[in-house]
């Protein structure tokens, strides 16, 4: 059955969301098909270079890695390329925002948009990167070839991401969300994460198997967290908390210089 014909108000809605969502999910959102969207893009020269291929740098790279192992996705995009997605709770916006602009080139023109546009409350922020040949190698990786090519931006982004601090203790200390990984993709992990300086990664668990740390690698984990994104970013404020309450944060620049 043939598609009914775009309205003038499905036009509109789909010119005010392009750069802001994927044209699939715009025609989701609109409720029209995506060839549709895509003849609007023609009509009102809103077109632009397809499948643009990019450089990335090491940080970009391990904001994939981190991003594979936690909360990001590559997800394809016609019949080859791929985009990458992040979404993170209203609650780590900033964080977010974060990424979006360290991915530079590869967000250039991309907007963030408020996840589940239909619904009353908007309790999610998403962005996605240009759809692009370069994504298409790190489409391809099993998690064990995402965890050899990790390193500790990579493992600190994975962290705050899939991440927790549980007061257990007299200090508290640092897990890990474990349960999508097998028994050795979880050592594999934890011989990464010590292998960077993290020094007290172990599996831990029953039921639900988690990477825990010591609370001795405390101060390391919040020393690599707060040097690659700012302290005052919200997802800083959120998972060190506990720490900063109980007076164990400080300067730590020399102590890892």
């Not at 970009?60 to 709770?89: P, T, V, W």
């Not at 589940?116 to 790190?138: G, K, Q, S, W």
């Amino acid at each position: 059955m043939p598609a009914k014909p775009i309205t003038e108000e499905q036009t509109e809605k789909v010119k005010n969301l392009r750069g802001k969502m994927t044209a699939q999910q715009i025609a989701d959102e609109v409720g029209v098909t995506i060839h549709q969207v895509h003849d609007v893009y023609r009509r009102h020269n809103m077109t632009t270079k397809q499948n643009p291929t990019f450089e990335l740098n090491m940080l970009q790279k391990q904001l994939i890695y981190g991003g594979i192992l936690g909360d990001g996705r590559l997800k394809r995009n016609g019949k080859y390329n791929y985009y990458y997605s992040e979404c993170h709770a209203m609650q780590e916006k900033e964080y977010c925002e974060w990424k979006h602009r360290a991915f530079g080139n590869l967000t250039n023109g991309t907007n963030m948009y408020g996840k589940n546009l239909n619904n009353e409350y908007v309790d999610a922020i998403e962005f996605c990167t240009r759809t692009t040949p370069t994504l298409i190698e790190y489409a391809n990786l099993s998690k064990d070839e995402v965890i050899e090519r990790i390193n500790e931006v990579g493992l600190i982004i994975f962290l705050l991401d899939d991440g927790w601090f549980n007061k257990s203790g007299k200090t508290g200390h640092f897990c890990v969300a474990g349960g999508v990984f097998s028994e050795e993709q979880l050592q594999k992990l934890c011989d990464k994460f010590n292998e960077y300086g993290f020094t007290t990664a172990h599996v831990v668990g029953r039921k639900s198997r988690d990477i825990s740390f010591l609370s001795s690698s405390n101060k390391y984990i919040y020393y690599l967290a707060t040097k690659l994104v700012p302290e005052s970013t919200d997802i800083i404020q959120k998972k060190f908390k506990y720490m900063y309450e109980t007076g164990q944060v400080a300067d730590f620049s020399k102590m890892y210089a």
